[in-house]
């Protein structure tokens, strides 16, 4: 590292007198999205974050929860419900935990994943898209916005459903890694994994959107669903969450996927509804998690009413057009 002292006697040796300004540089223009590509990866994912939750407000009465959103317009306001969500009560809570504690079954098999995932794992999800530091850096910075969208909205509803964790009903559960320090409902690593999932395969459908890369874009995105899927199982292996926390954190994490794509390109999307209070088998008895159950119409998540778009954010585009080329 170059010490003060010596950049000092350098300047005093080359600079000679000051005469002034001589150089003219260029001037960025005044609100151009364009004007990101000038600034340091902090500030720019700072100001596309800013943007990206704008608007977006909570409801939280009678027992259910709300997520809108608030478009500002020259005529006024216009809210849009983008979600809804109750959650599942004492009783259902403790018929899930049957389901914990079999899953610990597990850990012996999958103790390296869990402890690998409790940060934010981009080296599975660079496994099924061949993601490269040296070529997809605004790729991961749209991953890294994903996920802090998915952290900034989990956290709320956490907040309101204040749903307590497994170990706090049995002390035979006995997680393998440390208990987060906030509300189990939804599972942030769940929500998390499909943002993610959402996000990266939309990203690589609009790459290419060709005839000849349909089944690639297909087969892919069946990996990156599985890869969701077992990230969010594992925090039910570890002992930190029920399955229910994951089949809500996975309608949680796909809404919000679809929220951001939409607001990155204009792409239209559904109200989605998630009710834990009804998360249940025959006769009340525990459900599992299950990938193949339908969240677009269905009892683990349903689409509600007719699709609409979303205005989108200048800055928002601008970075997800940069990544979109970089697959090109």
């Not at 929500?191 to 690589?204: G, K, N, R, S």
């Not at 599992?288 to 778009?309: H, K």
């Amino acid at each position: 590292m170059v010490s003060v002292d010596a950049l000092l006697l350098n300047r005093n040796a080359i600079a000679g007198p000051f005469e002034g300004p001589v150089i003219t540089p260029p001037v960025p223009d005044f609100n151009n999205p364009a004007n990101l590509h000038l600034w340091a990866d902090g500030p720019r994912l700072s100001a596309c974050f800013s943007e990206l939750v704008e608007g977006l407000q909570y409801g939280a009465h009678k027992g259910k929860a709300s997520l809108h959103f608030v478009e500002v317009g020259k005529k006024g306001c216009k809210q849009r419900e983008l979600l809804s969500l109750d959650a599942p009560d004492l009783t259902l809570l403790k018929a899930q935990m049957e389901l914990v504690a079999a899953y610990a079954d597990l850990r012996g098999d999958r103790g390296a994943e869990i402890v690998s995932q409790m940060g934010l794992p981009v080296p599975f999800w660079a496994a099924i898209t061949g993601i490269l530091d040296h070529r997809q850096k605004k790729t991961q910075q749209l991953l890294a916005l994903a996920f802090a969208l998915a952290n900034h909205v989990e956290m709320r509803f956490k907040q309101i459903f204040a749903v307590v964790r497994p170990v706090e009903l049995s002390p035979q559960i006995q997680p393998l890694i440390p208990t987060p320090g906030h509300g189990a409902y939804p599972s942030g690593h769940a929500t998390e994994a499909f943002i993610a999932a959402t996000v990266l395969d939309a990203l690589l459908r609009a790459a290419r959107p060709g005839a000849s890369h349909k089944q690639g874009n297909d087969d892919r995105r069946e990996q990156l669903q599985r890869q969701a899927y077992r990230i969010a199982v594992n925090r039910t292996v570890a002992g930190v969450h029920y399955p229910v926390d994951s089949a809500v954190g996975r309608v949680l994490g796909t809404l919000l996927g679809e929220f951001m794509v939409g607001r990155c390109s204009g792409a239209s999307l559904r109200q989605r509804e998630f009710l834990g209070s009804t998360y249940a088998g025959p006769g009340g008895s525990a459900r599992d998690f299950d990938l193949q159950d339908s969240i677009d119409n269905g009892e683990a998540g349903r689409q509600v009413g007719p699709a609409f778009g979303l205005p989108d954010g200048p800055l928002m585009a601008w970075l997800w057009n940069e990544a979109v080329k970089e697959w090109q």
